[in-house]
């Protein structure tokens, strides 16, 4: 008996179930319309959130990725549908953020000849993807879907991108049902050398000066715990990256707070006294190790993370141990003698005083002016009991709330590292809503950022996403006009911000709002804003030429930070 045959869009449809999607954020096109037509009867089983920008999609579903553990999906049309995408593409590769991006594509008998819409978007995202593929015929459908989830979560996740010409999704073709598992070359979880791993217990228990680096990888390899257990067990002081601020808690004895160029004093400067540091599932990006030419040259360095190709790309590394860090950690928590380094951990201690009278203090305290970013941004993390999810945008405002927001659960850190792209926050946010409906979602953005994405406030009218908005406005692009007055003699290029009202925008998208000045009205407006169900603007005038500190100027070692403009 012949087998139904089908189309390739409702293959997709079938594909899409079969991995277990339920969410979806795109927008519709000529060249996708027989996947959206497809969409119409499967909307009970999957969900799509009709984003305002094909960018807002891909940033979406990074924000449902990054806070659920799963891969996010969007779903756009050709040409500039598929173009909007590719600062969300990119953003995902180097922040390790499973998603699948699917857009469609001209007819294969039209590709290469300047068909309207059509761009070679394989060509386009190969650099900045896992994987880059052409769906040309629609028995290829499953297969090709199958094999994008795959290398999408395995091993160091990442974007994957497969482009959907028309005919293949018109085509009729028979379905099974493929579950790829194995590719030929693809190591998503290299063997972990025996050799590297007893060489690695040698020295930590030989140390007198450790120091872990804690990075995104624990989050993505859902290694908390183990991380808990390992740095327990041999009393292990901790430096956070900034997607990895959530893997251990802020209350930890043990977490001596963020690394880098706005990090916090203590593990920044021990970076540079240590004797062993164990990096865990980071990159040493130059935003972490400052100047790579004394950075921790003194140390012998562990790196454990499960791409071989971060071994030893900017930093040598000692002994590498590779494999996802929930298994590595497993092992050396087992074989590690349990030690007490007291001395040492009070070393940071200093330095710990040091800053929070000269820059803490003062940024969450202040006696008069304006409000400060950072008091904002302390109220509202106790306001939600440090339970909350973090979202930002890019900037001052993304530096402030990492720096003084607090953590009590994991993967509740959703921010744009290693882009730095301006306008992720809001459609980051919608998408988080989605991954994580059972928590508050509060994101945290500049002026500057949400004028960039501010029409996906459509979507969080539409979708009633519970988002709660934060507006730190200084009326200024915050974070390039501090360098103009730290490097470029104060002159403010093209960084004062002409604004809207921002309240007449809320009230005009259906969205509750408030405008807070005055520091006696700013716990009551952040109550006002937790208590409102759904969605809520808080827009907090902040003093406009406040400034994120401490800083390592670009250029300088880590163990150099700045407390104070004139230092």
């Known amino acids: 008996m012949a087998k139904e045959k089908i189309t390739g869009s409702e293959a997709l449809m079938r594909s899409l179930e079969h991995e277990g999607i339920k969410t979806i954020f795109g927008y519709p096109g000529g060249a996708i319309m027989p996947v959206f037509d497809a ?56 922040d390790s953020t499973p998603i699948v991006v699917i ?60 482009d959907f010409a028309k005919n293949a999704q018109q085509e009729l073709t028979e379905y099974e049902p493929v579950d790829v598992d194995f590719i030929r070359s693809y190591d998503p979880d290299p063997e972990t050398d025996p050799k590297a791993v007893a060489e690695a217990v040698a020295l930590i228990n030989e140390a007198r000066k450790p120091l872990v680096l804690v990075g995104q990888g624990v989050e993505l390899g859902n290694a908390q715990e183990e991380l808990r257990a390992f740095v327990e067990k041999a009393d292990l002081p901790c430096g956070c990256t900034l997607l990895g601020l959530s893997a251990l808690p802020s209350d930890h004895p043990l977490n001596k707070g963020m690394l880098g160029m706005h990090g916090n004093l203590g593990p920044n400067v021990k970076t540079n006294e240590c004797d062993v540091l164990i990096a865990v599932g980071m990159r040493f990006d130059d935003r972490v190790t400052g100047k790579l030419e004394t950075y921790a040259r003194q140390a012998k360095v562990i790196h454990l993370d499960v791409d071989p190709s971060e071994i030893s790309k900017n ?47 003062r940024e969450i305290h202040p006696k008069e002016g304006p409000l400060n970013m950072g008091e904002v941004v302390r109220k509202v993390s106790e306001a939600t009991r440090n339970e909350a999810i973090l979202v930002t945008d890019v900037g001052q405002n993304q530096m402030m709330a990492c720096r003084y927001f607090k953590f009590t659960k994991n993967r509740s850190v959703v921010t744009s590292g290693g882009m730095g792209t301006m306008g992720f926050g809001l459609p980051a946010a919608i998408g988080a809503t989605f991954g994580r409906p059972d928590r508050t979602v509060c994101v945290f953005m500049g002026d500057g950022g949400l004028q960039m994405t501010m029409q996906e406030l459509g979507t969080v009218m539409e979708q009633k996403a519970p988002v709660k908005i934060i507006l730190l406005n200084n009326n200024y692009l915050g974070n390039v006009r501090q360098w103009q007055a730290m490097f ?10 002409m604004n809207p009202d921002y ?51 670009p250029g300088s070692s880590v163990n150099y930070m700045m407390l104070d403009l004139d230092c």
Not at 321 to 346: D, M, P, S, V
Not at 520 to 545: H, K, N, Q
């Open 103 to 162: 857009a469609g594509q001209v007819g294969a008998s039209l590709l290469g000849t300047d068909a309207f819409q059509e761009v070679d978007l394989v060509g386009i995202t190969q650099p900045i993807s896992k994987w880059s593929y052409q769906i040309r015929r629609a028995e290829d459908v499953a297969w090709a879907v199958s094999r994008a989830f795959y290398i999408a979560r395995s091993g160091r996740p990442g974007p994957v991108v497969l």
């Open 39 to 94: 969409l119409y009867d499967h909307r009970d089983k999957l969900n799509h959130i009709l984003v305002r920008h094909e960018q807002g999609a891909a940033h979406a579903a990074q924000g449902f990725a990054r806070v659920s553990g799963e891969v996010g999906v969007c779903l756009v049309t050709s040409g500039p549908g598929a173009t909007n995408t590719i600062t969300g593409v990119a953003d995902a590769m180097i």
């Open 315 to 361: 930093v040598a590394v000692d002994v590498p141990i590779l494999g996802n860090c929930k298994r590595t950690l497993a092992l050396l928590t087992e074989l590690i003698q349990a030690q007490r380094h007291t001395e040492w951990i009070e070393s940071f201690r200093p330095y710990e005083e040091k800053e929070y009278t000269q820059v803490i203090d």
């Open 488 to 497: 470029f003699n104060r002159r403010y290029s093209f960084t004062p911000m």
């Open 503 to 553: 309240m007449q925008i809320a009230s005009a998208y259906g969205i509750p709002s408030r405008r807070v000045a005055e520091r006696g009205e700013l716990e009551e407006a952040i109550r006002e804003m937790l208590d409102t169900d759904g969605p809520f603007l808080l827009e907090a005038c902040v003093i406009e030429e406040g400034n994120v500190l401490p800083m390592t100027p």
